[in-house]
């Protein structure tokens, strides 16, 4: 009878130690397993943000494409389908970190419970042993005293009771949290599949169309708008360099006449110098038109001093007539 309750404690000290260990267990590989989906999840979100950049930089430069058309069309397109796959990354994300990550991270709270489960049964264990000892101790004591044996052999036998009975629960404890971690692990494995198997659909759908239209550049045509802007530019450049030439020939054959027909000299110019002929006629011209103008006031001032003598003369022969009359 003592060997078999010593194998009965044997056996229960070994499944005990077996659930604690288990629990430990499962608690470093599901935090290892959250710590990994948490980075795969970062690393996702860093894809996200640069497939936003790349976005804005293929739309910016299709924006700033105004000679090849059919590629300016890809481009856009190019840039709508890489913003959608950073929305549906972006989606795929949230649900990593909701579905995956977070139920993952409920188990460090789990595994604390089925731990502190576990010291109730190495507490219970060790008031068993101490009844036990009691017990053997008042045997040598006094192995007459029978009142005092069967009082220890009741709290004893209490004892061991309360240690089946928590071993008891212990394994319906952990009959039910190593159920649940298969099915929650099954589950968050599965959502994890769907979540990427979703995601890379649409990725791949929208990838299709981006290369449909990559695929569809017209490059001939491209070309030719190309050629025909380049021709455009080159005839507006030598035109423009052919009115530049133009002009600068019109300028230098003002200069040389004007330094032909006009020399500069030193200080002020007077008629002794030599002019050209046209020059010299237009002043001749103007020097007889000078006299003309004065020698018409020199006659019509005359002419009045003329008027102005006859008046006073006629005054002074009527004056003396009216005198003779008075």
């Known amino acids: 009878m003592l060997n078999s ?18 629990i430990s267990k499962v608690e470093r590989q599901f935090a290892e397993l959250c710590n990994a989906f948490a980075e795969y999840s970062r ?22 494409e105004d000679v090849n058309k059919s590629l300016q069309e890809a481009l856009f397109s190019f840039s709508k389908c890489v913003l959608k796959i950073s929305d549906y990354c972006n989606l795929r994300v949230l649900n990593i970190d909701k579905n995956v990550t977070n139920e993952l991270s409920q188990y460090e709270l789990i595994c604390k419970h089925c731990k502190e489960d576990v010291k109730e049964i190495f507490a219970s264990r060790e ?9 053997e101790r008042i045997k040598e004591k006094n192995p007459k005293n029978r009142q005092q044996i069967i009082q220890a052999e009741t709290e004893l036998a209490k004892a ?5 009975h928590t071993v008891q629960k212990l394994e319906e404890q952990m009959v039910t949290f190593e159920q649940k971690k298969l099915y929650n692990l099954k589950s968050i494995l599965l959502n994890f599949i769907n979540f990427e198997i979703g995601y890379h659909a649409k990725a791949l759908e929208q990838l299709t169309i981006a290369y449909n239209d990559i695929n569809n550049i017209n490059e001939l045509k491209d070309m030719e708008e190309f050629k025909k802007f380049l ?12 009115t530049i030439f133009k002009t600068s020939q019109s300028l230098s054959a003002l200069n040389l006449f004007s330094k032909q027909n006009h020399p500069r000299n030193s200080g002020i110019p007077n008629f002794s110098q030599k002019y050209s002929p046209a020059f010299s006629k237009s002043v001749n011209d103007l020097e007889n038109v000078q006299k003309e103008n004065d020698e018409i006031s020199s006659s019509n001032s005359s002419s009045e001093s003329d008027i102005e003598n006859t008046t006073s003369e006629d005054s002074e022969e009527i ?7 008075n």
């Open 160 to 164: 061991s009771s309360e240690v089946s």
């Open 5 to 22: 309750k010593r194998n009965k404690n044997y056996d229960c000290e070994l499944q005990t130690k077996f659930i604690q260990n288990r």
């Open 43 to 64: 690393k996702a979100a860093k894809i996200r943000n640069a497939g936003d950049t790349l976005s804005t930089v293929v739309n910016h430069y299709a924006e700033g």
């Open 319 to 325: 004056n003396p007539q009216i005198t003779k009359e």
């Open 231 to 242: 021709q455009e530019s080159a005839s507006s450049i030598s035109s423009t360099r052919q």
């Open 127 to 135: 008031k068993e042993v101490l009844r036990k000892k009691q017990l």
